[in-house]
């Protein structure tokens, strides 16, 4: 099975299978760096990891629009289910087959609460099995030494945030990279605003050193990379 993974700036992708198109948190309107509209997306499932705002970003409105399910933990299914969208919750560690192949919560150290405050239910990250391809997209998270659980799964893309303030810098980026050892690894949530700028030329130099077989991609928002 081919993967294209499409980053959409910020924690936003697109990843496109030969049988599904997959929205993994979609903050593209009020993103700075969104190469795409809301409008432009036509996904059949839309991941979310948390509540806060530049992640559910316009989860409702596409899913309503494209008849996408929202693939969350309980609460912000619920929340979207009350919106009128198609849902499917699961919840920290739980999974499920689904036609594109299997997702997995794992834990993620972060907060997550509705943009009025409400609470949103635990934050995630997500496992995605895509035929032999395994995706850890960690979203937004600190480290923690579970990584390396995550990594004996045996991923081959892990998605890190590397943006330091509100998830990972750059130094806990390579300790996580040392413990999940992933094939490729795609920097994310970094120079979305300036609190998070970061230099990810100079973070991929690092995890060269300090993970010589994992392979770092560096995209710009709106690039691909395929597997």
């Known amino acids: 099975m081919t993967v294209k993974l499409t980053w959409y700036g910020h924690a936003g992708w697109k ?62 299914a619920k929340y979207c289910e009350g919106q009128g969208c198609k849902v499917h919750p699961l919840h920290i560690g739980g999974s499920h087959e689904f036609p594109f192949g299997r997702l997995k919560l794992t834990i993620a150290h972060h907060g997550s609460s509705f943009p009025d405050g409400r609470y949103a239910g635990n934050p995630a990250g997500f496992i995605l099995t ?6 850890y ?32 810098g750059p130094d806990d980026a390579v300790r996580a990279a040392k413990l999940i050892k992933p094939k490729v690894l795609i920097p994310m949530h970094y120079n979305t605003f300036d609190l998070i700028s970061q230099d990810p030329k100079s973070f991929a130099s690092r995890v060269k050193r300090a993970v010589p077989k994992t392979k770092v991609v560096v995209l710009k928002p709106g690039e691909s990379f395929v597997v």
């Open 130 to 135: 895509l035929g032999k391809i395994k995706i």
């Open 137 to 168: 997209d960690a979203a937004d998270t600190g480290l923690f030494y579970d990584m390396k659980l995550i990594g004996e799964e045996g991923i081959d893309i892990a998605l890190l945030p590397i943006g330091d303030n509100f998830t990972m």
């Open 15 to 76: 990843i496109d299978t030969a049988k599904s198109t997959l929205l993994i948190d979609p903050f593209l309107s009020g993103n700075p760096v969104a190469p795409v509209t809301p409008d432009q997306v036509k996904p059949d499932y839309i991941l979310v990891s948390h509540g806060h705002g530049d992640h559910l970003g316009d989860t409702v409105n596409i899913a309503k629009r494209a008849g996408a399910t929202v693939l969350s933990n309980f609460e912000i």
